[in-house]
């Protein structure tokens, strides 16, 4: 029974040690991440559309324009091949 709790014991006592290892919070220091996390933000903010109408008809017509690209497509294959 003492190997047990001494296990359970290096156990514990291995993941209070690598606990603030895995938590350095090294993104917070390193400056390209910090720049890179800028970039992206401001894209963001560019690519966002607040009108959740404008954005749906878009997404509509993206779907339709595929779903008529797609029926062409199978309309060519379902079509004789000529010699």
Do not use: H
């Amino acid at each position: 029974m003492g190997g047990v709790k001494t296990c359970i014991l290096l156990l514990i006592l291995t993941l209070v040690v690598i606990t603030p290892f895995t938590t350095a919070n090294i993104g917070e220091f390193d400056e390209v991440w910090q720049k890179r996390a800028e970039e992206a933000q401001k894209e963001a903010l560019k690519a966002y559309e607040p009108n959740p109408e404008i954005v749906t008809q878009e997404f509509n017509n993206e779907v339709n324009t595929m779903s008529l690209v797609r029926e062409a497509a199978d309309k060519e294959e379902d079509k004789p091949k000529g010699r």
